[in-house]
C-alpha cells in the first residue's frame, strides 16, 4: 500500500511539473532567463571592489573562489520587505557541477545580518540558479516539502529576479545556506559538528574520511567550533572531538546495516530515527540520485547526541528530470530510495 501511494505521490508530483512547463512555455528546454517578473522581488548588485579589475562577472566566473565586494539592493513589489538604502556584502561562485553551467550559482554575504524576505537574518545566502532544471522548481518544491513535514532546519527560499551591475541574470532562488549558525543549524553542543555525504567531491576538501564497511566518504562541513582551512593551522580541540566522535557514529551506523540482520534495537540508539524518516519520504518521493551521491548532510550536537539526518539540499536531478533513466528517478512504480546504491553499483 505505501508502495502505491508513493509511486502516485510521484506521479502527480511529475504531473505538476509537466503542467507548470507547459504553462510556463518551457517544455524540455534548459533554463533560461526570461523577461524580468513583474509581480518577483528584484536582487540588484552591484560589484564595488577596491580593486576596480574585480569588478566584473568575467572576474567572478573566472574562480569561484573570488569574491568582490558589493552593494545590494532589495526591490519588494509588496513593498513589505525592500532594502533600499544600498547595504555591504559580497559575492562569490559556488556549486561543483551548477558551477559548469552558463547561468552560474552564487554565493552572497552580507556585511551584517539581514532579514531576506521574512526569512530569519543572516549574513549568508545561496543564490541557486536552478540551470539544470527547466521549472526552477525542483528546489523550491523539495525544500518546502521538508519543512511542512517538520524536518529540521529545512532551508527557506524565495524566487527574485536577479541583475548585477544593472544586468538582468535571471530568475534564481535565494536560498538559506546549509551551514552551522543561527537561525540555521542552530547546535549548541562546542563539540556539535555536520558532515556530508560526498562521494563525487570530497577528497578535494580538507578533512573527510571513508566508513570501513561502505567505503562511503564523508566530509566534515561545519561545527560550533569553526572549521579553519588546512593550511590555517589545525582544528580547533572541540571541533576535532565532534569530528571523531562522529566518525565513531557513522562507522558504527554503517557496521549495523550491512549486516546479514539489522540490529534495530542497536540502530535506534545511534540515529534519531524521525528524522532519518522524513529525510528518507522527501527522498523517495523526489526520486533525487543525489541520495547516494553529493549533498546529503547529518549533524550532532555532541558526544551525548544522537546522529540527525538533514538538512535536506540539491534537487536540481529530482522529480524525473532524467526521464529515461530509471537508475536515475524516471521509473514512478519503484521504491528508489532503497534501491538507489545497488542501481548506481550497476551502472558502474
Do not use: C
Not at 528584484?42 to 573570488?66: C, F, M, R
Not at 556584502?89 to 551548477?98: A, V
Request: proline fraction near 5%; glycine fraction near 6%.
Amino acid at each position: 500500500h505505501t508502495t502505491r501511494h508513493l509511486a502516485g505521490l510521484r506521479r502527480a508530483a511529475a504531473i505538476l511539473v509537466a503542467a507548470a512547463l507547459a504553462v510556463a512555455g518551457l517544455g524540455t528546454l534548459p533554463a533560461s532567463a526570461a523577461p524580468q517578473s513583474a509581480d518577483l522581488p528584484t536582487l540588484n548588485i552591484t560589484l564595488a571592489d577596491p580593486d576596480a579589475s574585480h569588478n566584473s562577472l568575467n572576474y567572478v566566473h573566472a574562480s569561484k573562489d573570488n569574491k568582490v565586494a558589493t552593494t545590494m539592493t532589495l526591490e519588494d513589489p509588496s513593498g513589505a520587505h525592500s532594502i533600499e538604502a544600498p547595504v555591504a556584502g559580497e559575492i562569490k561562485g559556488r556549486g561543483n557541477f551548477t558551477w559548469n553551467l552558463p547561468k552560474k550559482p552564487y554565493q552572497i554575504k552580507f556585511a551584517d545580518n539581514t532579514s531576506v524576505l521574512g526569512m530569519a537574518s543572516s549574513k549568508t545566502w545561496v543564490l541557486l540558479a536552478n540551470a539544470a532544471d527547466a521549472s526552477l522548481m525542483r528546489n523550491k518544491v523539495a525544500f518546502e516539502f521538508a519543512e511542512k513535514i517538520g524536518l529540521a532546519y529545512s532551508p527557506e527560499s524565495r524566487w527574485v529576479d536577479l541583475r548585477v551591475n544593472g544586468q538582468y541574470m535571471g530568475n534564481y532562488l535565494i536560498s538559506e545556506k546549509t551551514e552551522v549558525k543561527k537561525n540555521r543549524v542552530d547546535l549548541k553542543h562546542e563539540q556539535g559538528v555536520m558532515v556530508e555525504l560526498d562521494n563525487n567531491y570530497g577528497t578535494a576538501e580538507d578533512y573527510y574520511f571513508r566508513t570501513g564497511t561502505s567505503k562511503s566518504l564523508f566530509v566534515l562541513k561545519e561545527a560550533k567550533s569553526d572549521v579553519p582551512d588546512l593550511d590555517e593551522g589545525p582544528l580547533p580541540a572541540a571541533t576535532q572531538a565532534g569530528w571523531d566522535d562522529i566518525k565513531n557514529t557513522l562507522n558504527r551506523v554503517d557496521q549495523l546495516l550491512a549486516a546479514a540482520k539489522v540490529d534495530w534495537a542497536a540502530l535506534s540508539a545511534l540515529i534519531d530515527v524521525d528524522s532519518f524518516i522524513k529525510y528518507y519520504f522527501v527522498y523517495e518521493l523526489t526520486a533525487n540520485p543525489e541520495l547516494s551521491q553529493s549533498s546529503i548532510y547529518f549533524y550532532k550536537d555532541g558526544p551525548s547526541s544522537k546522529l540527525f539526518a538533514g538538512p535536506v539540499w540539491d534537487f536540481d536531478s529530482g522529480l524525473g528530470n532524467y526521464d529515461r533513466a530509471p537508475h536515475l528517478g524516471s521509473n514512478p512504480n519503484t521504491d528508489y530510495a532503497k534501491s538507489i546504491s545497488i542501481q548506481h553499483h550497476l551502472r558502474r
